[in-house]
Nanobody, 115 residues
Framework: QVQLVESGGGLVQAGGSLRLSCAASRTIDSIYFMGWYRQAPGKQRELVATITSGGRTNYADSVKGRFTISRDNAKSTVYLQMNTLKPEDTAVYYC?????????WGQGTQVTVSS
């Protein structure tokens, strides 16, 4: 089993930056797939960025060039560096892990970007 705890959300002006963290309850070097997803009010949850244990990354087109996902196995933490934030990035951001055939989600952290 894996518990995920997100942090780092908040209120920021358009053009600003935030770094989200997702701390896992177990070492993540054995977790093949981890990622960040977001859900805006009235919309479906959508992929933001993913990273494999080998470091392969994937990004939604809407965040390419602005967001960077990374993982620190020693700290059992996955990060999402978000730069040049836009009002449309406003959402609850969730961390996801796939481990031993199960899918785990964190509780989410709110990101609000004001114009």
């Amino acid at each position: 089993q894996v518990q995920l705890v997100e942090s780092g959300g908040g209120l920021v002006q358009a053009g600003g930056s935030l770094r989200l963290s997702c701390a896992a309850s177990r070492t993540i070097d054995s977790i093949y797939f981890m990622g960040w997803y977001r859900q805006a009010p009235g919309k479906q949850r959508e992929l933001v960025a993913t990273i494999t244990s080998g470091g392969r990354t994937n990004y939604a087109d809407s965040v390419k060039g602005r967001f960077t996902i990374s993982r620190d196995n020693a700290k059992s933490t996955v990060y999402l560096q978000m730069n040049t934030l836009k009002p449309e990035d406003t959402a609850v951001y969730y961390c996801k892990a796939v481990y031993s055939g199960y899918v785990y989600w964190g509780q989410g952290t709110q990101v609000t970007v004001s114009s």
